[in-house]
């Protein structure tokens, strides 16, 4: 039997290119093994980003790419997905517990800044990372409520100092919603609120986080700061809607980021388009187009155009958001396909060299 030709495999592995970065999996640095056993071919990929909802598509056409080399009978494709630690903007040491922070913020209240918040994070999930989220909003934390957690909830004290996180639908989640009762205000100064923000993220016993989301309190003040100073951020998406006013607050958040070094890896536009519940006719009622504008003007990408349809908001005010209430319907897709373009943008950041290598023990034994 003839043999395979080696280059021939390489080409038809190359054949197929990542549909949210634009390269093949060569470049990616995904391919870690192509091994030919008679007529039969063994390839191993390990992806840099969470991306199991395009796993299955993503075999399919290597194996059929690969099926068309001469001599090749059969087709083994192992997939795997691995997430780096990436470095921040500051070089700061990073969480205990957590790879990466990914920060969803807004210009201005009532954009479904949360909202996004929760549907990404359980997206990431879904996609197979290890997730976490805190909700950085003190004086007005909502999280709990949209992830379903009973009132009264209080997180179990670890050592005496850590929070153990509340673990629901898949992830790990914290929030001063968990440690002050529904009906009572904080009512606190920045200075106090900026360490409170500072114990919920580094006082949390976070398990193996590939991400972890913070839902950060609209505007650009002192919780921001003391985020970009003092927590190691990895990059950020901004919420906005399509009316002018919402366009003009999204773009002080951006610049804010951009201010202190931290990526905008994109903007999600909610409240796009209404769709009637009775008819399914859509309408942009809030105008059309301006996270376009907000994303071309400032060189970054408009991740996803959500609807503004009453079952979101239901689902999320239930304690079940869209991508755990209907995962298979076309807004939890949406979600899904945002965390994947979220993920692929983090992944192609610089790793942090402090992670790059195992730590080597030298003994004189």
């Known amino acids: 039997m003839s043999a395979i030709d080696k280059q021939s495999l390489e080409d038809a592995i190359n054949n197929y290119s990542d549909p949210y970065l634009n390269k093949n999996l060569h470049q990616l640095g995904a391919v870690k093994s192509l091994v030919c056993e008679g007529s039969k071919v063994v390839l191993t990929i390990q992806m840099p980003y969470v991306c199991e909802g395009i796993i299955g598509g993503m075999r399919q056409i290597l194996e059929t790419n690969l099926e068309f080399v001469e001599n090749v009978e059969s087709v083994e494709i192992n997939i795997g997905q691995k997430v780096a630690v990436h470095q921040n903007q500051n070089d700061l040491k990073s969480i205990d517990g957590v790879k990466n922070v990914i920060a969803v913020a807004s210009g201005k209240g009532g954009v479904g800044k949360s909202t996004s918040a929760v549907n990404l994070a359980l997206a990431l999930s879904q996609e197979g990372a290890n997730v976490g989220i805190v909700d950085a909003d003190i004086y007005g934390p909502s999280i709990g409520i949209m ?11 670890e050592d005496g100092k850590f929070f153990v996180p509340h673990k629901v639908h898949g992830i790990q989640a914290m929030s001063m919603a968990l440690l002050a009762d529904d009906n009572t205000p904080v009512v606190w100064r920045g200075p106090k609120v900026s360490g409170a923000l500072l114990q919920l993220v580094n006082q949390t016993k976070w398990n193996n ?20 100073q003092r927590v190691p951020v990895t990059g950020s998406v901004v919420v906005t809607t399509p009316q002018d006013i919402a366009l003009l607050d999204c773009k002080k958040g951006i610049e804010m980021f951009r201010k202190v070094n931290i990526p905008v890896f994109g903007v999600i536009e909610n409240m796009s388009v209404h769709i009637c519940s009775h008819c399914g006719s859509h309408e942009p009622i ?49 979600y899904r396909d945002i965390a994947r373009k979220v993920a692929a943008r983090l992944s192609q950041q610089d790793e942090d060299p402090r992670h790059a290598f195992p730590n080597i023990a030298v003994s004189s034994d």
Do not use: W
């Not at 986080?209 to 970009?228: C, F, K, R, S």
């Open 209 to 228: 986080l590939d991400y972890l989301i913070v839902d950060m309190p609209p505007g650009t003040g002192d919780i921001q700061l003391t985020l970009a």
């Open 147 to 157: 992830l379903g957690t009973p009132e009264g909830t209080r997180p179990e004290i």
């Open 286 to 334: 809030f105008g059309e187009g301006g996270g376009s504008r907000i994303a071309k003007e400032y060189s970054t990408e408009v991740l996803g155009e959500m609807p503004l349809h009453k079952t979101i908001r239901e689902q999320t005010d239930s304690g079940r958001p869209t991508v755990v209430a209907e995962p298979d319907s076309e807004i939890a897709l949406l």
